[in-house]
């Protein structure tokens, strides 16, 4: 009777020591599944985090468009603007929290690099906000389009009813061409 | 003989008992399965640079004077179309003032840009690219480069008129 009591025992707990291992072994490969994934999404979320930074100062009011160009643009830089900021860079530095701000040409492309200056704008490819510091080290860039107030001689007037003399005139248009904007900051600070 | 059989049937629960529990336990591991599977993975595959991208390429200033008539000029234009109206103008068969058709305008204008912002080679990460424009009936456009592949990023951009859309897929 004690022999069989024992072996009833003996059996109780090596069943409860199969069940404990086989939820153990669950747990650990539902775990395993879950966290394979998490360094990637980690990666993942401070690159989108660095993008958003750059969109971030794209819309600010002292860089976005506004409605300048007809409505409202999304990462729409106005370069009349930027050029303006570059001439006054010194009373914003520390403005942003960002070691410096670059907006790059890529199309119409350049063959080489120009700096902008109240000089040779618009015939430049990089408006540097803080031009004596080169962009280096960690840096973060997103699309933009860079905006300006362009103009051409065109013909006005001259209707078919109308008696008017065709004339040519200045006419204003807006210009927008493909930008990226990088974003310098100090390592470890945006993730 | 009556005691063999109650050590048998006692045998037999056990057995049922731990059966029962091996299928409750795969039950819920099967339902945290197919929970996990059935997570949207779009999230993955859309990229917000490639969103960025296509925003601000509908946007670029193409130079095709737009075509208009007023009451004080036959033909007369005081602005360039930004590329998502040159779609626009494009799928209803208008004409930049020059009299050239906005399509054929459109097409190496697109390439022309696509070409020079993603580089497709066999030593590049970028192994080729799609983008199409199209309504609900019909493709307007389709300019292709390099292979596709099973890894890729997509954007699609509508553009709010006749059902025109924009997909860029770039694949890697």
Known sequence: MVKKGQLKIQQMTFMLIAVTLFFILVGLFLLSISFSGIKESATELCEENALLLASKIANSPEFSCGESFGTTKTNCIDADKVIALIENSDEYKNFWGVSNIEIRKIYPEFSTEVLCKRENYPNCNVMRIFPEEEIEGVYVSNYALLCRKEYFKGLVGGGCDSEEIETVEEIIYDECELAKIMINYEYGKEC | ?172
């Open chain 2, 1 to 172: 003989m009556a005691k063999n059989v109650k050590i048998k049937k006692s045998g037999q629960e056990e057995m049922v008992g731990f059966a029962l529990i091996i299928i409750v336990v795969a039950v819920i591991l099967l339902i945290f399965l197919g929970i996990w599977l059935r997570e949207d993975k779009t999230d993955s595959v859309e990229s917000y640079e490639l969103n960025s991208f296509m925003q601000v390429l509908l946007e670029y200033t193409v130079d095709c004077l737009e075509n208009y008539e007023t009451d004080a000029c036959v033909k007369c234009s005081k602005r360039y179309y930004s590329l998502k109206e040159l779609i626009i103008a494009c799928n209803e068969g208008e004409k930049c003032i020059e009299e050239v058709d906005t399509c054929d305008v459109l097409e190496p204008k697109l390439k022309s840009i696509i070409d020079s912002i993603w580089k497709v080679s066999e030593n590049t990460p970028l192994k080729g690219y799609n983008l199409k424009i199209d309504t609900k009936e019909e493709s307007i456009l389709e300019i292709k480069k390099g292979n596709t592949t099973n890894n890729y990023k997509t954007s699609v951009q509508r553009l709010g008129r006749d059902n025109l859309q924009v997909e860029f897929n770039i694949y890697y």
